[in-house]
Nanobody, 126 residues
Framework: QVHLVESGGGLVQAGGSLRLSCAASGRTFSSYTMGWFLQAPGKKREFVAFISWSGSSTYYADSVKGRFSISRDNAKNTLYLQMKSLKPEDTAVYYC???????????????????WGQGTQVTVSS
């Protein structure tokens, strides 16, 4: 069992930056592949990025490549999402998610993740 709590969301102007954090508690954080997903109002949940248990592998949705960066600090049990050059279309609730590194296949599907945080709102004004 792992408990995830996101923070760092807020209101920012287009072109601005935010850094989201996801604090994990429970079983060993380094056992998990971690991901970020977003859900905009009235839309389905979308993949944003994932990072392997060691941090050596990352993958991004095309919509955020070059603007967002996922990272983790296993010593601090924390996952991060650095977001730059934010656009109004990035407005959404952002969720972190965890799954056992031994069972993950693609890391890009929400159905692969067992544990989810409560989400943090990111609003980008034009």
């Amino acid at each position: 069992q792992v408990h995830l709590v996101e923070s760092g969301g807020g209101l920012v102007q287009a072109g601005g930056s935010l850094r989201l954090s996801c604090a994990a508690s429970g079983r060993t954080f380094s056992s998990y592949t971690m991901g970020w997903f977003l859900q905009a109002p009235g839309k389905k949940r979308e993949f944003v990025a994932f990072i392997s248990w060691s941090g050596s592998s990352t993958y991004y949705a095309d919509s955020v490549k070059g603007r967002f960066s996922i990272s983790r600090d296993n010593a601090k049990n924390t996952l991060y999402l650095q977001m730059k050059s934010l656009k109004p279309e990035d407005t959404a609730v952002y969720y972190c998610a965890a799954t056992d590194r031994r069972t993950v296949i693609t890391g890009r599907l929400g159905t692969e993740y067992r544990y989810w945080g409560q989400g943090t709102q990111v609003t980008v004004s034009s």
